[in-house]
């Protein structure tokens, strides 16, 4: 059974982990990486997009950029086998051989079902966003 989510396979646009929606639009939101149901937190005031914070910042305009969103984060967002399974999807995604691409995910999805890095010593945070 396959926990990496099937829009990461069918190239859609997917969330991390973590993912700001306008308010109660969705009770629940699962994790595209891993399967999880994500935590809820409701009422959040803060730049829900990328755009808006750009606005705010460029503009100096904070108080129409703002807005209360709901936000979603993966309770595993932090684990550092969570941040190689994606390091592991994005490289996936460039790579320009199908059998390397398979083998990739299949290590990808290995290591969502044991929870469990399969390398060590190489520093994921980056990946982190
Ligand atoms: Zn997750």
Redesign the pocket.
């Known amino acids: 059974m396959k926990r990496i989510s099937k829009k990461i396979y069918d190239g859609k646009s997917f969330n991390t982990?973590h993912i700001r929606l306008k308010e109660n639009i969705r009770s629940s939101v699962k994790?595209d990486?891993?399967g999880?149901e994500m935590l809820k937190k409701i009422d959040v005031l803060g730049y829900r997009t990328i755009t808006d914070a750009k606005k705010a910042y460029f503009t100096g305009d904070q108080k129409s950029t703002l807005s209360v969103y709901d936000s979603f984060t993966?309770p595993?967002?932090e684990e550092k086998w969570?941040k190689q399974v994606i390091a592991i999807i994005k490289f996936a995604k460039n790579v320009p051989s199908k059998v390397l691409h398979d083998m990739l995910f299949q290590e990808a999805e290995e290591i969502v079902k044991n929870e469990k890095e399969t390398k060590s010593g190489y520093d994921f945070e980056w990946m982190h966003y």
């Open positions: 982990g994790c990486i891993c999880k993966c595993d967002i969570h």
